[in-house]
């Protein structure tokens, strides 16, 4: 019996298998099918409703912003607020819930998957969701005057890319809550000053230093810019950078949310 | 995103053995742990813990709250990680091959955490893809793990219209879709009523005369005499007694135990009595239960007698009643 050796008859398994990503992500998708409404109805509904209220208060005192039409201005930046409200938001307090009160993770863990793929999985469903809810605004703004274009194929794309941060982002925050209060603080005291410094509602040129100083550091600001751009057209490097800026958030966020996941999970 | 996928190894179903393998003298146990101590901060949860699980064989793991019978499960599923000491899952190291442990291993919680929402196959259904078990027979693995559990009729309910009973027999059903080798039932029976629990007990019974291993962690003495060929006694994180019930019994507790009735006074002198002829003791409320001292009692102390059994030898090696 000392002499045990390693009996080895499966070949040893790999980091981020797509088996284990994909198991996780079933999890959800059919979870998705018995809650997908009331989700479906606060990602988009939201962002609808800023959209409408800023569309028609604040376009009636401005017909343009930094050169576009106010509906053109705000359509597209909504997408962005979108992708904070369904991608963060639902990272933070579903992440909590399952860890805290539904020992969901419990029962991933003891299967073949790692936190590191429970955690990329779990970001990537979300990405999926916020590109499409993403556009939904901004469509709603095209029945208000806000002209489609090729470009806004893209969106979903951006969307998603930037959901994916987003919401690695909100499964950080929560591995690191102690509480769910907890994450008042990070509510009041990061997302909402980052939504509103975005450029979404009105543009950053005429705020003072360190608003503008703060939006460049800011996701949803790179975000707002690049969806713009692809809906009226490209503006070269300017928006390499911003996607660029995008792409690192996602990869330190997901790296983060990893780390601290599995600080959490494993004891 | 950096999905590695198609170059990297997964999980062949196919190229496993379906049928468990039968313990041969170079089969790898299913469980060897060596010297395991797992700290939390000045905790010692675990100190030192030898524990073997023989494939094919069914291990309890006994002891009072805090003993560390959570932890060591934990540690088994790399869900804890430990401080020092070997582990060794099926022949794999832990941590690192904890996953191909894993993919051959179930799981029964303590805590419930199935999808409430989600109905009783879609739970399965879930798990299916997540222990990996293949398309083509991942219909066959759901109603054949339904039908062990006996769920084929609620196969449509919500997990929340389930009686405790039936969750945790859900539980039982989620572990077995990918025909684990290794169970690990994490006190299954608790908070059950007695006929429900006797229900789970046939049940494991049945997995056990399949040829799978299980490592049972209870607090449930019977529980453990009935399903278990062996028992590890857990006390202060490492274990004080290894061996078969009977064996344990009889060498800890002797055939028989005699039950003395009395006022508390009067229990309290029993108990010194005992003490100076060298027999061990027991209080179980009301009375004191005098252990190994066979005749020599007759004419001594007057009680009943009744025949040992492994609560008896828990109490005595761990100080501690059963809650």
């Known amino acids: 019996m000392a002499t045990t050796t390693t009996a080895a008859p499966t070949r040893r398994l790999g980091r981020l298998e797509r088996a284990a990503v994909r198991g996780v992500m079933v999890r959800e998708i059919v979870n998705f099918s018995s809650f997908w409404r009331s989700s479906t109805f606060s990602s988009t509904v939201d962002p609808t409703i800023y959209l409408l209220a800023f569309g028609f208060g604040f376009g009636s005192l401005v017909s343009t912003v930094a050169g576009y039409d106010y509906i053109d201005f705000v359509g597209t930046g909504i997408v962005a607020t979108t992708v904070l409200f369904s991608g963060a938001f639902p990272a933070m307090y579903s992440t909590f819930v399952k860890y805290q009160f539904q020992h969901t993770y419990d029962a991933i863990l003891a299967a073949p998957v790692d936190t590191e793929e429970l955690v990329t999985a779990e970001a990537l469903w979300i990405a999926a969701r916020t590109g499409t809810y993403g556009c939904v605004p901004m469509l709603v703004a095209v029945v208000f005057g806000l002209d489609p274009s090729w470009g806004m194929l893209l969106v979903p794309l951006i969307a998603a890319l930037a959901g994916y941060g987003w919401a690695s982002f909100g499964i950080f925050i929560a591995a690191k809550a102690k509480t769910i209060e907890s994450f008042s603080y990070w509510q009041s005291g990061l997302l909402t000053p980052l939504f509103l410094v975005a450029g979404t509602f009105f543009p950053l040129d005429q705020l003072p230093e360190w608003a503008r100083i703060l939006g460049n550091v800011n996701p949803l600001y790179h975000c707002v810019e690049l969806v713009r751009h692809a809906v009226f057209g490209f503006e070269g490097w300017a928006d390499v950078g911003h996607l660029a800026f995008l792409v690192a958030f996602a990869l330190i966020a997901w790296r983060l949310a990893v780390h601290y996941m599995e600080r959490r999970l494993i004891l | ?323």
Request: aromatic fraction near 2%.
């Open chain 2, 1 to 323: 995103m950096p999905l590695v996928d198609d170059q990297m190894p997964t999980i062949e179903r196919d190229d496993r053995e379906i049928s468990p393998p039968t313990p041969t003298p170079t089969a790898p146990a299913a469980i060897r742990l060596r010297r395991v101590v797992k700290r939390f901060g000045p905790l010692t949860a675990v100190a030192g813990l030898d524990l073997d699980l023989p494939s094919g064989t069914c291990v309890g793991l006994l002891g009072p709250n805090g003993a560390g019978k959570s932890t060591t499960m934990k540690m088994l599923t790399a869900q804890a990680i430990a401080d020092e000491g070997e582990l060794e899952v099926l022949g794999f190291r832990l941590p690192a091959d904890s996953k191909q442990a894993r993919a051959q291993m179930g799981v029964v919680p303590q805590l419930d955490n199935l999808d409430v929402s989600l109905t009783v196959e879609q739970n399965l259904l879930v798990f299916a893809h997540l222990y990996r078990v293949p398309k083509a027979r991942r219909q066959a693995a759901i109603d054949r793990a339904l039908q062990i559990a006996n769920l084929i009729e609620r196969r449509t309910s919500k997990a929340d219209e389930l009686s405790g009973g039936m969750r945790r027999r859900l539980l039982i059903a989620r572990a077995l879709l990918h025909e684990p080798r290794l169970i690990l039932l994490d006190e299954p029976t608790v908070g059950l009523d007695p006929q429900v629990r006797q229900e789970l007990w046939a049940l494991i019974d049945r997995l056990r005369s399949e040829g799978v291993s299980i490592l049972m962690s209870t607090h449930y003495i019977e529980e453990a005499e009935r399903l278990c060929d062996s028992v590890t006694i857990m006390s202060h994180g490492s274990a004080v007694a290894v061996g078969a019930p009977q064996a344990l019994i009889a060498e800890h507790a002797g055939a028989e135990a005699l039950e003395v009735y009395g006022s508390p006074t009067r229990l309290g002198q029993v108990e010194a009595m005992a003490r100076d002829r060298g027999w061990r003791t027991r209080r179980t409320g009301t009375s004191v239960a005098v252990l190994g001292a066979g005749d020599a009692a007759d004419g001594v102390l007057e009680g009943e007698r009744r025949t040992t059994n492994l609560e008896d030898v828990f109490v005595l090696l761990t100080g501690e009643e059963i809650s």
